[in-house]
């Protein structure tokens, strides 16, 4: 399966021309496997989620490309392959009631094993992907200890055609459209930013508990979703994803609650920020995503995730998207390599393209 998922990969770059053979070839190329596994999440707290390494001549930045590549979805979908996808009435109603929708399956096992062989290159740390340098942050351990691991990165699309063709998944943009609207109305939505979540065995790190939009306050109005998908089967074991049923509803005159702990590591750090009806209500419940099930979570659900102390691995990749029309709320970059978009100004261009619209489902 390992050696049909590269290759599939390679032919689905080469088809377009986005690389040389060579860099093809360098895809093809098996991985060993490594004595201790805490080497591949090794971080130098200096320089910890600092991209600065150079981009190859001639290799393409993905971002330009507005459309699926054809790894896992194709280009030319018709009206009804798009509602296909839709959410049922039920469906929608309990994400507003709970805060999110779980157990959505979105891809299939071989989509899965696709998209974890990039991972593993991204894991490399001798070796760096050729593109490596298109991450818009990197951070090989965000706890900074050797027993508490957690590789955090974002930008993925921009570098692998299988990530970037995960953005336009009908299967998840269809839903998101559903969902992102407190109107209940189906909006046109656009990629916010991608993510990697890896725990590796035995000492994988814990989430610390927080909602998203805490860390997104730089856009507005809220008109935000996230879909976590599994890559690998998660257990409470395994530090799966937890939900704080109801507590998209927490909030601080209309603001997030405040981030207690950037670097995740401080499970229990929320706590000091609740008050005391929200920590009567704190009861999380475990998502148990199936490898290839998404979750949907709105902006205000708390949510986190426990360690890994199993002996497999748990990998995951997120998608956030953001409702057409969102604007800036800063006048300066929103991470490293986007351009700057004014105070105001709508969300737009290179790195945000649209990846649904409802109009779609109905010409």
């Given at each position: 399966m390992i050696v049909l998922c590269i290759y599939v990969h390679a032919a689905c770059i080469w088809r377009r021309g986005y690389c040389s053979r060579d860099i093809a070839d360098k895809m093809e190329v098996e991985q060993s496997p490594l004595a201790d596994e805490r080497v591949l999440?090794?971080?130098?707290?200096?320089?910890?989620?600092?991209?600065?390494?150079?981009?190859?001549?001639?290799?393409?930045?993905?971002?330009?490309?507005?459309?699926?590549?054809?790894?896992?979805?194709?280009?030319?979908?018709s009206p009804s392959d798009w509602a296909r996808h839709e959410l049922s009435a039920a469906q929608v109603e309990q994400y507003w009631e709970e805060g999110y929708l779980s157990n959505v399956p979105v891809l299939t096992e071989e989509q899965c094993d696709l998209l974890l062989q990039d991972y593993r290159q991204f894991l490399d740390p001798d070796k760096l992907h050729p593109g490596h340098g298109l991450f818009y942050e990197f951070h090989r351990n965000q706890s900074g200890h050797h027993d508490n691991v957690l590789l955090h990165a974002l930008g993925q699309w921009r570098i692998t055609p299988a990530f970037h063709d995960i953005c336009?998944?009908?299967?998840?943009?269809?839903?998101a459209s559903q969902l992102i609207d407190p109107a209940h109305q189906p909006r046109a939505i656009r990629l916010w930013h991608d993510q990697l979540f890896a725990k590796p065995p035995r000492h994988g790190g814990v989430v610390a508990w927080h909602q998203d939009y805490s860390y997104w306050t730089r856009t507005k109005p809220m008109l935000h979703i996230t879909v976590h998908i599994a890559l690998d089967d998660q257990t409470v074991e395994t530090g799966g994803l937890h939900f704080v049923s109801g507590s998209h509803k927490w909030h601080r005159e209309g603001m997030p609650l405040p981030i207690t702990d950037a670097a995740f590591g401080n499970m229990e750090s929320i706590q000091s920020v609740l008050t005391e009806e929200e920590r009567k209500q704190f009861r999380p419940m475990p998502s148990n995503l199936r490898k290839g099930e998404a979750s949907f979570h709105h902006p205000l659900m708390v949510h986190g995730s426990y360690a890994n102390r199993s002996d497999r691995p748990r990998r995951a990749t997120v998608v956030n998207y953001f409702a057409d029309g969102v604007c800036s709320d800063v006048s300066e970059p929103m991470m490293n390599g986007f351009p700057v978009i004014k105070k105001g100004e709508k969300m737009e261009g290179q790195f945000f393209p649209i990846v649904y619209d409802p109009l779609w489902s109905r010409q």
């Open positions: 999440y090794r971080n130098e707290e200096a320089v910890k989620g600092v991209v600065q390494t150079a981009v190859p001549e001639g290799f393409r930045d993905l971002s330009l490309d507005h459309s699926p590549l054809g790894c896992l979805v194709e280009d030319n979908m336009f998944l009908p299967a998840i943009a269809v839903p």
